[in-house]
């Protein structure tokens, strides 16, 4: 594979993209961590929830549905769960108690602090979710190179790490089809299937590594990393990237705010 196949210059059809797409990546990844830092240093269940609700209110200018998000950030969803139901069993017992069954004691306070886990670890999620979806890897590549200032042989490795990541897909079904086809742990159990699993991913493994040998030889001879380097499309920003921020602006300020209202604001720090 040429390094033209990992790391395309040509720009892709913008017909029928969604809003947030023509923002810069970085606008975009910046708003996503200022609104991760603002939920991080607070707990509570009012301030997620208000950030949850505006950023799924933001879900159409991303080009996503609510089917569409959870059909791709159900683990996500999992995962948080998982952590409220942690937070429920171990968090302090305070309020009344609404179970007490051996060793599961559950306090309405303690369901409170769950439900703030599980609505902050969705609202932090949601924005990295709507930054992947509308943004082109290689347009932020190149805002990161030309705005953030990082490395180009960095940024150049990353992206093309990222344009392998669905060929890699793509052969493990293969794999998977040819190992099936001589019919190597398609009988054998539970434990069989794992096994020929664990045998297909090493096989996975030793061509990801062969190609990026070759992929490293690649770069190394078009002059990627030896000295300053032109880029095809300048990284610029617009108006709208003024409108990110102040939207990312907007939910910090409305959700603290309506905590504090309600008298909810539960800061980490003090």
């Given at each position: 594979m040429s390094i033209a196949e990992a790391v395309p210059t040509s720009a892709p059809d913008s017909s029928g993209a969604p809003v947030l797409a023509g923002a810069n990546p970085l606008s975009k990844l910046l708003a996503a961590l200022a609104i991760a830092i603002a939920l991080i240093l607070s707990l509570d269940v009012v301030s997620a929830g208000t950030a949850l609700i505006l950023e799924l209110a933001v879900l159409p200018l991303a080009g996503l549905s609510f089917r569409m998000l959870l059909s791709r950030g159900w683990p996500?969803?999992?995962?948080?769960?998982?952590?409220?139901?942690?937070?429920?069993?171990?968090?302090?017992?305070?309020?009344?108690?609404?179970?007490?069954?051996?060793?599961?004691?559950?306090?309405?306070?303690?369901?409170?602090s769950a439900l703030a886990v599980v609505l902050r670890s969705m609202a932090i999620a949601l924005p990295g979710i709507l930054l992947l979806v509308c943004t082109d890897p290689t347009d932020l590549a190149d805002s990161l190179a030309q705005r953030a200032k990082l490395p180009a042989r960095f940024v150049l490795g990353a992206l093309a790490a990222m344009r392998l990541v669905g060929l890699l897909i793509e052969e493990?079904?293969?794999?998977?089809?040819?190992?099936?086809?001589?019919?190597?742990?398609?009988?054998?159990?539970?434990?069989?299937?794992?096994?020929?699993?664990?045998?297909?991913?090493?096989?996975?493994?030793?061509?990801?590594?062969?190609?990026?040998g070759r992929l490293a030889v690649t770069m190394e001879a078009k002059g990627f990393g030896s000295g300053p380097r032109t880029w095809a499309r300048d990284s610029t920003f617009g108006w709208l990237d003024l409108w990110v921020a102040l939207g990312a602006l907007a939910v910090i300020g409305l959700s603290i705010g309506l905590a504090i209202a309600a008298g909810r604001w539960n800061p980490v720090f003090w």
């Open positions: 996500l969803l999992l995962a948080a769960i998982g952590g409220g139901y942690g937070t429920a069993l171990l968090a302090a017992k305070t309020g009344t108690v609404v179970l007490d069954w051996g060793p599961f004691l559950l306090t309405t306070g303690s369901l409170d493990w079904q293969t794999l998977g089809m040819a190992r099936r086809a001589r019919g190597v742990g398609s009988n054998a159990g539970f434990f069989g299937r794992l096994k020929a699993s664990w045998g297909q991913a090493m096989a996975l493994l030793v061509q990801a590594l062969r190609r990026a």
